[in-house]
């Protein structure tokens, strides 16, 4: 893959000022989805099962684990998994705290368990099992999935009442972000969602949108509400298949992120560092995070979405990106700062975040050349888009065992399938007949009249001219 042309590629770093700013850029945009994550599990649990101060520590140190496991040749930052939010929580019904992390905590080892066999064996298998067709629909499933939460965060959903403060905040973040990715020029170019989030948050002050009473409640340091394997709770294996089968769809995401990423910095990170190393980094991140009481963490297309209209694939901006999400953690003023900013201002943002995840899932159909005159493709991938899109929901139930797979899961599961079992497109194929001498002839003769007819009259003025003048050469011998 040709290296493409970034303001910063991966190995070099901006000078400390613009490292600092692009990496808040990178904070804000995993922010909303990170701490949404906490928030979305004790809502459908009941109880307080993550918190958000650890699920931005846990990102942090997981991100660090990944560039060290990655030797730092690969962009990319983990946060929160929306996978995992009804499992964790179901998890949790059934077996408490000590259920939901020892789930979290056999995902990411069966992460390293893959990382391991393709380290031995290569990846060619997982390559078949997760080709273009199927990549490609995943990613646009994963931006496009996210696309009714923007819509509500920006207050159009259907049947909600238009509150035009709203509508007015997400609009100036919107259009601040276009405007700054369009316009601008120099350092501003590269911190359009910086920029966006910015002059939305302080349109949404001036119309009386924020409440900072948490702020002034808040301490300036707190220790985060860490749940720690073996001291605050013991391995709990009763709901392990409650949460254990999405490993197979986050790693669909895993890769489909990746692949995405490459083709938006012009490197193969599934070759180099290699699938086998982002794995394992993830993988070590996920069992380290449920090891302390976070959440899943995954690869991250809202930062992706960042280097790619930013140009900025540094992963030592990543690094600082990380380091800050865990000093914040720590520090109960900024994060309830940081807490404060509304929904619209995100949601704004977001329309184009999400939108360009989808976007980059469309180019990997196209790069590849995906052929979607053969009907296999088509089925492959329509039935993704419909099941991923659509809501659509398997419940199994067996006494204690009970697994949902639902939206991006089950479309990833289907799309492997029907690739894998729906036969290829017979290609007709010429043959010559040979079933006597005459034949043959025949068959030949009507290949060279095939043949004269497809030459143009340039080309048969230059043969005859060039014949004509071999033949008035003097001394020609004649037969």
């Known amino acids: 893959m040709n290296s493409r042309k970034m303001a910063y590629d991966i190995d070099e770093m901006p000078p400390i000022r613009e490292s600092i700013i692009l990496a808040f850029q990178h904070l804000f945009a995993m922010f909303g989805a990170t701490i949404l994550v906490p928030i979305l599990v004790n809502a459908a649990a009941g109880k307080e099962v993550l918190t958000i101060p650890v699920a931005l520590v846990t990102s942090g140190i997981g991100t660090l684990i990944y560039i060290l496991c990655t030797k730092g040749k690969s962009p990319v930052y983990l946060g929160s998994s929306f ?12 077996a408490g705290i000590a259920g939901a992390m020892t789930g979290i905590m056999a995902v990411g080892l069966i992460y390293i ?32 999935g996210l696309a009714p939460s923007a819509i509500s965060q920006i207050g159009l959903a259907s049947g909600t009442d238009l509150e035009w403060k709203v509508v007015v905040v997400a609009a100036v973040s919107f259009l601040t972000t276009a405007v700054v990715m369009t316009k601008a020029k120099g350092f501003f170019k590269i911190i359009p969602f910086l920029v966006g989030i910015i002059v939305g948050y302080i349109v949404a002050v001036c119309l009386g949108m924020i409440d900072f ?82 959440p899943a963490n995954t690869t991250y297309g809202e930062n992706t979405s960042v280097v790619g209209l930013t140009k900025v694939a540094s992963v030592k901006v990543i ?39 989808a976007v980059n899932g469309l180019k990997v159909l196209i790069k590849n050349q995906v052929n979607f005159e053969e009907a296999k493709n088509v089925i492959v991938a329509s039935s993704m888009l419909v099941l991923g899109l659509g809501g659509a929901a398997v419940s199994i139930v067996s006494g204690d065992l009970s697994l949902t797979i639902s939206g991006m899961s089950l479309a990833a599961i289907i799309g492997i399938l029907l690739n894998s079992l729906l036969p290829a497109e017979e290609k007709p194929v010429a043959t010559l007949v040979t079933e006597d001498a005459r034949t043959v002839r025949q068959d030949m003769n009507k290949l060279k009249r095939d043949i004269k007819e497809e030459l143009t009259v340039e080309l048969k003025d230059d043969i005859i001219n060039a014949i004509k003048e071999e033949m008035n050469k003097p001394n020609k011998k004649r037969k």
Request: glycine content about 10%.
């Open 113 to 144: 368990i893959v990382a391991i066999i393709i380290k031995f064996a290569g990846k060619d298998w997982l390559e078949k099992l997760l080709p273009p067709v199927v990549i490609g629909p995943m990613i646009m499933i994963i931006g496009l």
């Open 319 to 357: 690094g600082l990106a990380a380091i800050f999400a865990i000093i914040i953690g720590f520090l109960g003023k900024f994060t309830a700062i940081v807490a404060t900013i509304p929904n619209a201002v995100l949601g704004g943002v977001s329309l184009l975040l999400y939108g360009f995840i």
């Open 213 to 294: 009473k948490p702020v002034a409640e808040a301490s300036w340091f707190s220790l985060p509400k860490f749940r720690i394997v073996f001291k605050d709770y013991k391995l709990n294996f009763a709901a392990l298949m409650t949460i254990a089968p999405i490993a197979l769809v986050t790693m669909c995401e895993h890769i489909g992120d990746h692949t995405s990423l490459s083709n938006i910095i012009g490197r193969d990170l599934i070759k180099e560092p290699g699938l086998d190393r982002t794995l394992l980094g993830d993988g070590i991140a996920t069992f380290v995070a449920g090891a302390l009481g976070g």
């Open 83 to 94: 996978a995992f939010i009804v499992p964790v929580a179901a998890a949790y019904t059934k």
